[in-house]
């Protein structure tokens, strides 16, 4: 699971079903109480099987439904449907069960009960319902619901490809390599030959960079097969470690690597 694959629409989601749960404790009546009239208590959304299965838990479940899909682009499926859209189909379902609490929120009321108007449990949860579902929706189709909900950090950038970091066999930076030491008489002596076309040659080498893409998009096997080893998703940097004609060859954070067809948008680390 990657939480920075999040979008704002995602984070959207989470705060309604938060301010969903939060309204299942409050009244969901606001009944008014005269001298000669019957008044009762103010049930809460967990006193109404009704209210708490169609409204309260049933907008829970989609708004997990919607982020785990979302952290996991070949997320699990649920009698064959995806778990993001049907986490979308259940955040409607919520907005709309609430819209029907709102309209009557007694249901049927003996006479010597007052009916009741909707308490702040109902107003609360109508609200949330419907930020629900428009976080759902409008995050696949808002370009601003589709920005990350987390800034991904900008690593460093790394050395280029075939330049030594230091180690056997390598000097550190600020030391002289082996070409370079001085000789007889005091005379630093000259790199040879050899060491100059190293150097050439590393430097036109690739330089492998970091990378974030807009919008997801496939990672392909390198040996050419059609079938997607990985999909790349907004919000998470990637490292290109070689330039494979109009592609990339890129690695992901587990240490898959494919060849990214797409290269088109993407924002260099």
Partial sequence: MNIRSLTRGDGVVIGAAVVLFIASFLDTW???CERDQICVGSPTGWDSGSLLLGVHLAGLVGAALIVLARMRPQGPKLLGIDAGQLGTALALFTAW????????PGGLQFEEIPAPDAGAGLILGFIAALALAVGAVCAQLVPAL????LGAPRPAAPAPYGQP??????????QQSFGGQ????GQAAQPSFGGQQQAAGAAQEFAPFWFAVPVARPLYAE?????????????????A????????VAQTQDGRRGVLQDTSGIQRG
């Fill in 30 to 32: 606001d009944i008014p």
């Fill in 97 to 104: 069960s609430s819209l029907g609490a709102i309209f009557d």
């Fill in 146 to 149: 589709k920005a990350p909900l």
């Fill in 165 to 174: 970091q230091g180690g056997y066999g390598y000097p550190l930076p600020g």
């Fill in 182 to 185: 001085p000789g007889a008489g």
């Fill in 223 to 239: 040996d050419g097969s059609s079938g997607p080893v990985a999909e790349l998703t907004p919000g998470t940097w990637y490292l």
């Fill in 241 to 248: 470690v070689e330039q494979r004609g109009p592609g990339l």
